[in-house]
């Protein structure tokens, strides 16, 4: 591709271990293999959190960036945008693409007048981009329906899979893996709950992921796996620098999150062949195939314990839900199939 370089902003370190910064990594790393020159921007850590400085320090990097420069921003940064911070992109002096892995305002834990500051700042920052990048169909559905943008901005380029061996799912006992960072949005509470009936069957659970982002709720589910007489049977794994490890060795993958953009966990789960138990929250369903997975309401103890049963006491369910899983691995997009798509709209963005 013959276009100027790319700029690529994001909030903290790019390496940091969540699914939307692993979309970033892999999305840069497949740009580059296409031939683009894609220039790095680390903008504050304290986004989406932001403060009058980190705010104004994003504003300064734009500021310093060249007239008519194309720039794609990741929305953990982008939605938390001021008029400071957007001034760069409102005198029409850089082009912008957004990248919305999920809204903001979506996000568990805030308070309405959190909500209402991120649906405002949101919807401004979207509204300034020429394009605006999404990772799935159903958050294209909602920042058209609840954020006004237009539709023809906005293009799904849904995250790519990396072709893996199938998880061999024989461990004696059933080995249940929940790969996601220790936020309230995940829903481990909910599983932790929903796992307290059914000690009398066989079973062993790991939690991987960091407890970084919410130490106080991190800590929250460490005292309620306690107070249930669960802490021989879950183990809180923390941050794994590869999980293809944990995929390989698990049974079944759960995970019931409250909201979730896409899930890019639950396509590497399929990948690996794994069996999945999760909410029907969010993109969830547009991820996991009804061959392939149980999917119950959201925040539904009760619901998540009778799936969970059903798995672990139906040994013939869970290879019929396997083989769904490795059917569907073969319809998962690639990395590369997703930097193509990102080139496109970076080439009709570059034009406009």
Known sequence: MSIAPLYFAFPGRLDTLTGGYHYDRQLIRELRQLGLEVATLSLSGRF???????????GETLSALPDSALVIIDGLALGAFDETALAPVRAKRLRLVALCHHPLALESGLDPAQQRRFQRSEQRALQAARAVLVTSAHTRRTLITQFA???????????????????????????????ASLTRRKGHDVLINALAPLQHLPWQARFVGGR?????????LQRQVNRLGLHSRIDFVGVVDETQGEFQRADLFVLPSRYEGYGMVFAEALAAGLPVVAARAGAVPDVVPESAGLLVPPDDVQALTAALHSLLAREELR???????????????????????????IEDAALL
């Open 319 to 345: 290879r019929q839900l396997q083989a769904g899983a490795r059917l569907a691995a073969g319809t998962l997009p690639t990395w590369s199939d997703t930097a193509a798509c990102v080139a496109r709209v």
């Open 212 to 220: 970084e982002f919410d130490p106080a709720w991190s800590d929250e």
């Open 48 to 58: 989406p959190f932001a403060d009058d400085r980190a705010l104004q320090e994003a």
């Open 149 to 179: 943008v237009p539709p023809e901005r906005v293009t799904v380029a849904r995250p790519g899979t990396t072709r893996v061996p199938f998880a061999r799912c024989q461990g004696q006992p059933p080995r249940l893996l929940a790969v």
